[in-house]
C-alpha cells in the first residue's frame, strides 16, 4: 500500500510570502467578504471575514532550492490564496478540498517532469499509481479551472 504526506506551503515560505511574494511584489492582505477562497497554508477554504492574502508562488523553485533540484523550465509561478497572518495549520491528513477534476504532475527528485494525469474521480487511486512509479519525488496537485497549485504531495 502506498502512503504519502499531504503538505501544505511551509510555515518559513509562507513567513516570505507574506512580506514579499515569489514575483517580487509586497503582499496586499484584504478581508474576505465571501469565503471559499483555497488557503494553502492550512489547506482549507476560508470562511467570510477573514483575512487573507493572493500572492505568487513557485512551489518548484522553492523544492527544489531546498533540495539541490533544478526545476529549469518547469519553474512556473502562480496565485495563490494564504492567511495574511500565521495561522494555525493544517488540523488533519485528509486530502483537502474537493479534489474531483485535478490534474497531478509527478516530478522526479532532479525536479524534471514526469508526467501529469487529468482525475476526474478516484484520487487516492491516481496518487497511488504516480507513487507507484519509483523515479516519483513529489506531485503537484492542481486545479483544472485555472491550473492553480493546490498543494503538494510526498511519500510517506
Do not use: K
Not at 509586497?26 to 469565503?35: F, I, K, S, V
Request: net charge neutral; glycine share 10%.
Amino acid at each position: 500500500m502506498t502512503t504519502y504526506t499531504v503538505c501544505p506551503i511551509p510555515a518559513d515560505t509562507l513567513r516570505a510570502l507574506r512580506t514579499v511574494d515569489d514575483a517580487g511584489r509586497p503582499a496586499a492582505p484584504c478581508t474576505d467578504e465571501e469565503g471559499g477562497a483555497p488557503l494553502r497554508c492550512c489547506l482549507r477554504r476560508s470562511v467570510p471575514g477573514e483575512r487573507i492574502a493572493l500572492v505568487s508562488y513557485a512551489p518548484l523553485r522553492r523544492w527544489a532550492a531546498g533540495t539541490g533540484a533544478r526545476p529549469g523550465a518547469y519553474d512556473e509561478q502562480g496565485p495563490v490564496f494564504i492567511h495574511a497572518e500565521e495561522c494555525t495549520g493544517r488540523p488533519d491528513s485528509a486530502l483537502p478540498f474537493d479534489n474531483s477534476h485535478r490534474v497531478l504532475r509527478r516530478y522526479s527528485a532532479e525536479g524534471r517532469i514526469l508526467g501529469g494525469r487529468l482525475v476526474a474521480a478516484g484520487f487516492g487511486s491516481a496518487l497511488a499509481d504516480a507513487f507507484a512509479d519509483p523515479e516519483v519525488a513529489l506531485v503537484h496537485v492542481r486545479a483544472v479551472e485555472y491550473g492553480c497549485f493546490l498543494y503538494e504531495v510526498r511519500r510517506g
